[in-house]
């Protein structure tokens, strides 16, 4: 049982049931801390011979902020990043789990890490290589790194699953109720045969105007030509384009483009500090039409 600090033993019982419903993910990362619920906090890795110490904080996180109706231009069409916005990339986690027991959210994280450097690697280099390539890469690396000696065919199984990952409970209802309005669209990293497919698994082609793939520039975002592919797609003029991504730096890099931006914040992380901060942080996709 975890030691506790300044709680009773029923309070020790609770801390015990949160933090092993909780902390395995943020362990496996290797965070340093993590705020879990009910006002408690891991405050510290200790090696496993020893015991997890919790507390209870005299005060939980600061709420999130209400969402503040402000003047929004007319939004003809609203563009979506897929991956990690629409779709959850760390549902490949389970399959990785079954894999490699103990280090599934570990493997999930660093991949997606390394998929996410060398798309910027590569688009700074010059050397393009599509969504695909640079995907199996990063997993590659990823295994090699936490010394997972990965058969091909585990390799290939967790690629494949780029083509099912899960999306987000709340997308498929708050894209029916934006369209009613407006175009939708997602402006995606993603090879195009890849995205066309997880698309279509999702049942969001009913729903979508257009999946639009960067893999006709042979560059990543956040370079601006990326974001000029939805203008040019959708025949909209960036200013009535409303832009959601759940990637901070990419929803920057959409607002120093001039898209009105909409940052899907999941985890309460501060905004990056690289450029203009985007115009509403929002908590799901379920915030948008309110504020339309």
């Known amino acids: 049982m975890p030691a506790t600090l300044g ?28 705020v879990l619920p009910t006002e408690v906090q891991w405050i510290e890795r200790v090696p496993p011979k020893r015991q997890m110490q919790v507390r209870f904080l005299p005060e939980g996180p600061p709420p999130p902020e209400p969402l503040k109706r402000r003047h929004m231009p007319r939004l003809d069409a609203l563009v979506f990043d897929a991956y990690g916005t629409l779709y959850d990339v760390h549902s490949v986690a ?16 660093l991949w997606r890490t390394k998929q996410l450097e060398y ?17 199996a890469a990063g997993l590659r690396y990823a295994c090699a ?3 997972l000696d990965a058969a091909d065919s ?16 709340e997308v498929k209802a708050a894209l029916a109720q934006l369209k009613t309005k407006r175009r939708l669209a997602i402006l995606s990293n993603g090879a195009p045969g890849t995205l066309g497919a997880l698309v279509t698994h999702s049942g969001l082609d009913g729903v979508l105007d257009a999946v639009i793939s960067v893999d006709s520039l042979r560059m990543f975002k956040p370079d601006m030509r990326v974001y000029q592919l939805a203008v040019d797609r959708l025949g909209v ?19 120093n483009f001039g898209f009105t931006v909409f940052w899907i914040n999941r985890l309460n992380a501060p905004v990056d500090l690289h450029g203009p901060a985007p115009d509403f942080t929002i908590h799901s996709l379920n915030d948008i039409a309110p504020l339309l």
């Open 145 to 147: 790194s936490l010394k």
């Open 94 to 109: 389970a399959l990785a789990e079954s894999f490699f027991p103990g280090k599934g959210a570990a493997l999930s994280q």
């Open 237 to 255: 003029e960036k200013a009535a384009i409303g832009f959601v991504s759940s990637n901070c730096w990419d929803a920057i890099a959409a607002k």
């Open 154 to 169: 585990q390799i290939s199984a967790l690629i494949a699953q780029y083509v099912k990952l899960d999306t987000f409970g």
């Open 7 to 34: 709680a009773s033993r029923e309070e020790a019982r609770i801390v015990v049931a949160l933090w092993q419903c909780t902390v395995e993910r943020a362990r496996h990362t290797g965070l340093k801390s993590a």
């Open 119 to 135: 798309t910027w690697l590569r688009t700074v280099m010059g050397s393009y290589e599509n969504f695909d390539v640079v995907t």
